[in-house]
Structures are given as C-alpha cells and as structure tokens.
C-alpha cells in the first residue's frame, strides 16, 4: 500500500501563483522519502494539500486508503498523520508537557493512555526535565524536538516534517535524525522536506525533486547522490602538520587550520580522514564546501 498517492496534482493560489503542476507522486507505507526543492518550489503546498491545509484546484490525493475528496475518509487520513511544521505554532506560554497532552486531547486520545505516550516521548526527546517549564524558556532545537513530540502523541502510521533541521545545531541534528530512523525502523512512513542534501543521504530512501511546481527528479537517493562526482571538503585540523604522505588525495593547505581536499565518489571519505589521522592530525571539523543540493540541481538540470 502507498501511505500518499497523489495524481495530476495542480494548486493555483488565488493570486493566479501555479504552485503545482500536474504533480504524480507516490510514497510507499514504510518508506523514508525526501521532497526536495528550493525555496518557493511547491513543497509546503503539496504537505498542506495532503494533511488538508491547503485546498487543491485539481487532481486526486489518497492518504492510505483515504480518499481527501470524502470528507468521512478526510477525518480518518488526518488521524493518520503527524505533522511538525516549519514555524512554531504552538502556545509560548503553555507548559512542555500540557503542549502534548492538549494535543492528545484534540485527537480524543483518554488521558490514561496519553499521560503514558507524552512521558514517552519527552523523554525519547530529552525534554523530560523540562515538562514543567514554559515553551518560551526553551532553545530552538528543543522546541523543534517539542513540535516532533507534539505530532507524534496520537502516534501517526505517517509523520510529515517540513524543513525538521532547519536552525538545529549540529549534535542535536544527528540526534534527531537518529530518533527518526528508529521511528521509521518501526514502521512509521517519515516524509521530510530539506534544504540539506547531507540529511536526505543520512536518513533518506527515496527522494523526488521538485522545481516551480513540478517534479522533475524521483528516484532512489543512492542514485541520486551518483550524480554528484566529485566534492570539496573543508577540513578544519587543530595543528597542521605536514601533508606529503596523502599527497595521492592531492589536498590544499589553506591556512595553518585548514585544509580543502577533491574526493570522487570512489575515495572515500573515511579514507583520507584515517590517512591524516595517521599523520598525527586531529580533526575538528569537515563539511562540504559548495551547498550540495544545490549543486545537484545544478547538475541535473544540465542532464
Ligand atoms: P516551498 O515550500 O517549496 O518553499 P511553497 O509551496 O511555499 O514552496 O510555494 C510555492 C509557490 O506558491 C511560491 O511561488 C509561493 O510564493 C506561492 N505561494 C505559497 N503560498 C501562497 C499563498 N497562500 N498565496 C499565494 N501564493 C502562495
């Protein structure tokens, strides 16, 4: 079963914006599928048509087995979804804990089953120690980690998350990410829109790609991260030391921090950080130097 199937989907704004076109898109139960886009490409518009935020113009959407034109299945669908939206839209000055059990109660879920679900939760999230406190004395990453609690009270077979990193600090990233492959590891479907092509490849199976409204990319991402050949790294070290015993990965002294090295797709990463560390380099800090989503655009585009 697919857990969406949208066909010939198209949203016009009353504006006259086309904000889909024709869109065809399947996300099979059990999946981890990316939606990437640039900003304004269509991505919250399609999460809003399928969790019912946004009216379509045309076209057919199917939650499960749940057809969002019968407004009877449209309420079961709804039931099926948990959503953590970009922004935070949540009551700053309501508790941690009555931010999830209010949910709970919206879902008509009985207290002695949510009071159990949201202590969960919250403490899978590390939030527990702040149950009592106020949302608004809470950082930015700890309250996105808030809104995933929050979608996942009634505990949805789909949790849709719209840009879930965006302002969370490296660590807590990959502490999030790890948290939603184990949720997705016991069979909840994750759909996620991103920015960050690193954070498809961490989590991702499957990943379409959509530009001004229409989806030009579907595929699985191990195939679409082949496109990209070649990277730059950016290798931030504590001390230089001296680099000709990795001269075969040809990198380039920038400064006495760091370094920039080309690795295709067959040399490992891991290789060249093993061969520095072997020159008693201790390393602090690798990214990417270009922005690697855009650059796949940019690649596929051209195909
Ligand atoms: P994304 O989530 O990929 O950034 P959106 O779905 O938000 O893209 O936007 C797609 C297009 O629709 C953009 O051109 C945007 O300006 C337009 N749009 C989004 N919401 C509205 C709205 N409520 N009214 C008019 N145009 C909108």
Redo the contacts with the bound molecule.
């Keep these: 079963m697919n857990a969406i199937t949208i066909r010939n989907l198209t949203k016009i704004?009353?504006?006259g914006?086309k904000?889909l076109k024709n869109v065809d898109l399947a996300v099979a139960e059990g999946d981890f599928f990316a939606l990437l886009?640039a900003?304004?490409?269509?991505?919250?518009?399609l999460i809003g048509i399928v969790t019912s935020l946004v009216n379509k113009t045309s076209g057919k959407v199917h939650v499960f087995n749940y057809d969002l034109d019968n407004e009877e299945d449209k309420i079961k669908a709804k039931k099926t979804i948990g959503i953590v939206p970009q922004e935070f839209n949540f009551n700053i000055f309501e508790k941690v804990q009555d931010i999830i059990l209010t949910q709970a109660g919206y879902f008509g879920i009985e207290w002695k089953k949510a009071f159990p679900q949201a202590e969960m939760l919250l403490k899978k999230l590390g939030l527990w120690e702040k149950r009592n406190s106020t949302a608004r004395t809470l950082s930015g990453g700890m309250k996105r980690r808030l809104l995933i609690a929050r979608a996942l009270i009634h505990q949805p077979q789909l949790l849709i998350l719209d840009e879930p990193t965006a302002g969370v600090d490296v660590e807590l990233r990959h502490g999030m990410w790890e948290y939603l492959r184990e949720l997705n590891h016991n069979g909840t479907t994750i759909l996620l829109t991103t920015h960050y092509l690193e954070e498809v490849e961490q989590m991702c199976r499957q990943a379409a790609i959509i530009k001004n409204g229409e989806i030009i990319h579907n595929d699985k991402v191990k195939h679409l991260v082949q496109f990209l050949e070649e990277e730059i790294y950016v290798v931030t070290v504590k001390e230089m030391r001296p680099l000709d015993k990795i001269k075969h990965f040809n990198p380039t002294i920038i400064d006495d921090k760091t370094i920039e090295v080309e690795l295709s797709k067959k040399e490992t990463l891991n290789d060249f950080i093993m061969q520095l560390s072997a020159t008693g380099t201790i390393v602090t800090d690798i990214h990417p130097k270009e922005h690697r989503l855009e650059k796949l655009f940019l690649t596929l585009l051209k195909q």
Excluded: I, L, P, V
């Design positions: 704004y009353a504006n914006t904000a886009g900003n304004g490409a269509g991505k919250t518009t």
